[in-house]
């Protein structure tokens, strides 16, 4: 699977998925998970309920509704706490988890904000070893993942991971 970085907008990304950097009870907030419900439309709002939340380090897929990207893989990243409180593993199993679910979807291209690195607190480099080194564990055979996106908000953060992809 090719890794690259992309600075922008995840909402306008023309990818089969993206991944929302949600909060447990999948219905909305701040930040891109708030942008996402924004752009998707209420329908998200109404798929997601269905789900009925979503525990840190875990995933689940719904439907774009009104985004270009065909799926919405929600994801609940750790809020920072010192490391102390297994966050550096929960961080990594959300990765895992939306890729896994991305691959029972058949997507192809799927695109990550910066989980965790916004309200939640987690320090950006760390996070960005993190996110870097699970996009570039090998897929299992058969994976029909091709290209994965990490989407920077700031110049600096695309920064962080071209550094960590070089």
Avoid at 1 to 6: G, P, Q, S
Avoid at 64 to 89: C, D, M, Q, Y
Avoid at 122 to 129: D, G, I, K, N, T
């Amino acid at each position: 699977m090719k890794v690259e970085v992309w600075q922008g907008d995840i909402t306008r990304l023309d990818v089969d998925a993206i991944v929302n950097a949600a909060n447990s009870s999948l219905l909305g907030g701040g930040g891109v998970d708030g942008a996402i419900h924004r752009a998707a439309g209420p329908e998200l709002l109404a798929s997601c309920r269905e789900l009925r939340g979503c525990p840190t380090g875990e995933a689940r897929i719904t439907p774009g509704f009104r985004l270009p990207a065909t799926f919405v893989i929600h994801t609940v990243g750790p809020i920072w706490a010192g490391g102390s409180k297994r966050e550096p593993e929960l961080l990594a199993s959300c990765y895992r988890n939306s890729l896994a679910l991305a691959e029972s979807a058949g997507v192809a291209s799927i695109a990550f904000p910066a989980i965790s690195c916004g309200v939640y607190g987690y320090p950006l480099e760390a996070a960005v070893r993190i996110a870097v080194t699970e996009l570039r564990r090998p897929r299992p055979t058969g994976s029909t993942l091709q290209r994965a996106l990490l989407v920077a908000f700031s110049e600096d953060m695309a920064r962080l991971y071209r550094d960590a992809l070089a």
